[in-house]
C-alpha cells in the first residue's frame, strides 16, 4: 500500500495566486482529512469528509479556501487568493470508518508565499 | 468550545529515564484517544490509542492510561531512548469532532 499520496510536497508561490494542493486517501478509506500545521496554531482540522460528502468544514479559514472531493481517490484543497499567513505546512490523511480512527497522514505539503 | 489541553508542553529527559505526557479533554462524548508522533520534517503516525472502554494499554515501551470520570489521558514512555526525540500529540475523538492538543516536544539527552 502506497498510503496518502499528496502533491506537490513544496509550492513556493507568491501573493494573490491560486494555490491547487492534491490528496489520493487509501484505497478504501471512506474519512479524508486536510489539516494545516503552524509553530503558532498548531495542528488545525480544516474539512473533513465523509463518503465523498464534506461534513465539518467549520476549521476553513474563510473564503478564500475550498476543498472538493470528487471522488473517493481524490481531494483537493484550492486558496485563492493566496496570502503570506497562509505559509504552512498541509496534511492530508485518511481512515476507515469516520473520526473515531486512527488517521494515516500524507507526507505534507510545505507552502511559502511570498 | 471543546478542547484538549496538553501538558507540558516541552520535556527533557535523560536517555534511560521515563517520561510522561498528560493531555485533558472536555468533550465528555469522546471515546478514542489515540497518539501521534511526528518526527522533524515528517508525519505525524499513530504510536498508541485507547477506546473509552479500556483503562490501560501497552505497548512495548509505551503505555497510555485513561481516566474517563476525570477526563484525562496520559502517555508513558519508559527506558526512553534518543529516537524517541519528537513532538507528541494527544486527540480525542468522537462521533462528531476530533481535537488534537498542541504537542509535546520530548528531547532524549544520551
Known amino acids: 500500500d502506497a498510503g496518502v499520496i499528496q502533491s506537490p510536497r513544496h509550492e513556493v508561490t507568491e501573493m494573490g495566486q491560486e494555490v491547487t494542493l492534491r490528496c489520493k486517501p487509501i484505497s478504501g478509506h471512506n474519512s479524508l482529512f486536510w489539516y494545516r500545521q503552524t509553530m503558532m496554531r498548531g495542528l488545525e482540522l480544516l474539512i473533513y469528509?465523509?463518503?465523498?460528502?464534506?461534513?465539518?468544514d467549520s476549521g476553513m479559514p474563510e473564503d478564500r479556501f475550498s476543498a472538493k472531493m470528487p471522488n473517493a481517490s481524490f481531494s483537493t484543497l484550492k486558496i485563492q487568493p493566496s496570502e503570506p499567513r497562509d505559509s504552512a505546512v498541509y496534511f492530508c490523511a485518511s481512515t476507515y470508518g469516520g473520526r473515531q480512527e486512527t488517521q494515516y497522514f500524507g507526507p505534507g505539503t510545505r507552502l511559502l508565499v511570498l | 468550545g471543546e478542547n484538549v489541553e496538553q501538558h507540558p508542553s516541552t520535556l527533557s529527559v535523560q536517555e534511560g529515564d521515563s517520561a510522561v505526557i498528560k493531555c485533558t479533554y472536555s468533550d465528555s462524548a469522546s471515546n478514542y484517544f489515540p497518539w501521534y508522533k511526528q518526527e522533524l520534517g515528517k508525519r505525524p503516525q499513530l504510536i498508541i490509542d485507547i477506546r473509552s472502554n479500556v483503562g490501560e494499554k501497552k505497548d512495548q515501551r509505551i503505555a497510555v492510561t485513561l481516566n474517563k470520570t476525570a477526563k484525562h489521558f496520559s502517555l508513558h514512555i519508559t527506558e526512553t531512548q534518543p529516537e524517541d526525540s519528537a513532538v507528541y500529540f494527544c486527540a480525542a475523538s468522537s462521533y462528531d469532532k476530533v481535537i488534537f492538543g498542541p504537542g509535546t516536544s520530548l528531547s532524549v539527552i544520551p
Open positions: 469528509f465523509n463518503n465523498n460528502v464534506p461534513i465539518d
